[in-house]
């Protein structure tokens, strides 16, 4: 394809992206921005340093979008770059509205004003707001958005700035929707990490009140995998879901954890529900197998434990990380109050 910029490139997913592409693309450029904020670790990226072209900066500053997309000749961006916590945007919600919304349309401009191949941006199932727990429906590429939290909400208006740039001025975009990613080098917020260094360090699993509540779960290989199909062989204008059917509770994601672990379930203690927790994501990926060709290849339970693995390997990976955690799980006073 060229050469490809591949914003949040220093993140969780961001980072597999760029490995993954790497090992399927090597005649490919790379160009990795990221604005290392708290989430962001060059670290991530160690083993490919040598096969990239590193740029630090923030998505939301058109000047150096446009910088960079002129001066390394740009092709397609993929857009990882977000803030991406549930939890922190309770905090902060006004730094995930200018981030993944403006920042989101400050590229977008930029893209416009150079002219690329492609466009591509990464969103989430949370976008269309939640399912019952019973419910027997899914997500399609046509269900209406209904975002019930800041995080959603920022994600839903950034996916409506993409189409709207490609409705307006022809911007060639795709968006993908996917599931609850799990995997390596995911920053210890996220639950499976959360719950993993929790139970190697002998502190107690923080479980929501609602443990029941489910999420659909992707491992990170298989999503770089799906975003590598709607790149080669996607339509422009279309949206993707990116799924599997794999449905795990808080619960059960918990105690997979310590079973891998060899730790007893009386490591598990609820704390209180963080407002406006969604009870079920779930999408039908259907157009994705049937059009593109792509199906997950990695067995949930497997790569759930082959993950327990890797951070039970890595502590000297997330160790140094713990400290730049911004949210106290459970520790919600003052959050509905300060609205």
């Known amino acids: 394809m060229g050469t490809l910029m591949v914003t949040g490139g220093a993140g969780f997913i961001g980072s597999h992206f760029i490995r993954h592409w790497r090992g399927t693309h090597p005649g490919d450029r790379v160009i990795v921005v990221d604005a290392l904020t708290y989430a962001g670790n060059t670290a991530n990226l160690d083993d490919v340093w040598d096969d990239i072209v590193f740029e630090k900066a923030s998505i939301d500053d058109l000047a150096a979008m446009e910088r960079v997309l002129r001066t390394h000749h740009v092709d397609v961006i993929v857009n990882f770059a977000a803030e991406s916590h549930n939890s922190y945007a309770l905090l902060e919600p006004g730094q995930f509205f200018r981030t993944n919304v403006m920042g989101t349309q400050t590229l977008l401009e930029a893209a416009r004003r150079v002219g690329l191949a492609r466009f591509h941006h990464v969103s989430t199932c949370e976008v269309y707001g939640d399912l019952a727990l019973e419910a027997t429906e899914l997500f399609t590429e046509s269900t209406p958005y209904r975002p019930r939290t800041p995080y959603n909400a920022s994600k839903a208006g950034a996916d409506h700035a993409v189409r709207a740039y490609h409705h307006t001025f022809g911007l060639p975009i795709t968006i993908s929707n996917c599931a609850n990613n799990y995997g390596s080098h995911q920053f210890p917020e996220k639950v499976v990490p959360a719950f993993t260094t929790a139970a190697l360090d002998g502190k107690p699993l923080q479980l929501y009140a609602q443990t029941e ?14 975003i590598e199909a709607v790149l080669e062989r996607g339509e422009v204008g279309r949206t993707y879901h990116v799924g599997t059917g794999d449905e795990a509770s808080i619960e059960q994601i918990a105690d997979l954890v310590l079973d891998e672990l060899g730790l007893p379930a009386s490591m598990k203690t609820i704390v209180a529900d963080r407002p406006g927790h969604d009870r079920r994501y779930v999408l039908d990926w259907s157009t994705l197998r049937d059009e593109l060709g792509w199906r997950p290849r990695v067995p949930f339970e497997e790569g759930m434990r082959q993950t327990v693995r890797w ?6 990976w997330w160790e140094p990380l713990l400290d730049r955690a911004p949210v106290n799980e459970g520790d919600w006073g003052g959050v509905r109050e300060a609205g």
Do not use: L
């Open 213 to 226: 509540n489910r999420r659909e779960w992707i491992h990170v290989v298989d999503h770089c995998r799906a």
């Open 311 to 316: 951070y039970a390997e890595r502590r000297d």
